[in-house]
């Protein structure tokens, strides 16, 4: 009379089994069918420069040949910038919009991939924007994988300097060195990177330099090693996602102060090459790469050690 009891667990157990693999099975197919369960959300700071817009269009092509059927949507950080856009009649959402618009596509699994060139003051917020958004609404998906920005590794630096090396040769064959304008930040955030990626880029290339807009590393600098090497004529591009305000004025500007009027003034002559990285091939490629990648799950605790 023991046995029927002992088997019964089992046979619950079973067919608790069976129910709940049912269940995976029809939620699969029922997303399937009303939209998609996997999507990408794309982060940039954001841009309000129509002409700086092919870069971002370059880059949405890429991520949805990269993730055929996944909804891909846009969210800009710069309040600022959202705020300009809506007021012209283009809204792009923040974040939180971002997901609510994934979520209400079907979408379970979600790639939030980082469009930032390096992991500074705009990464943190975006990690943390990210964070507070999942804990506002829980369960509602199955993960959230975050992709690093553009340099991470030496070796997206390396993938960097030669994608950037081949797409302004032809450009340099007068002998041109080329001149980089990184963002930089005030407090030196990601400053380390950006010394490594120079570090990284004069060795793939010596006649490559680099300086920042905003930060430690400035013009008056990169004019000194550009006298200290006698450069005499020099190919000027943004090292940021876009072409946008930064590299119309402050780099290629006709006002006094953009690096290219004080280059010129200075004696070196200098041609603006007005190309966002994303408008570059293997950028692309680095990009998609680190959103195929990232295995850190942000609804989750991290892998212990
Ligand atoms: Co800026």
Redesign the pocket.
Known sequence: MSRPHRLLPHFFLSLLLLVSLAACAQKNTAVGSAGSAEGVLLVA?GTSVPEALPSMEAVDVAFKDAFPGQPVVWAYTSQRIRKKLAAEGRPVGGISDGLERLAGKGVRTVRVQSLHVMAGEEFSALERALLLDVKAHPGRFDHVYLGRPMLESAEDARALARAVREDTAPLRKNGSALVLMG?GQEHGRAGLTFEGTRAVFSESDRRTYMAT??GARGFDELLAELRKDRVRRVVLQPLMLVAG??ARNDLAGAEDDSWASRLTKAGISNTAHLKGLGQIEGVRALLVRHAKESADDITREPRKQ
């Open positions: 700071f963002h807009v905003e305000d930064h």
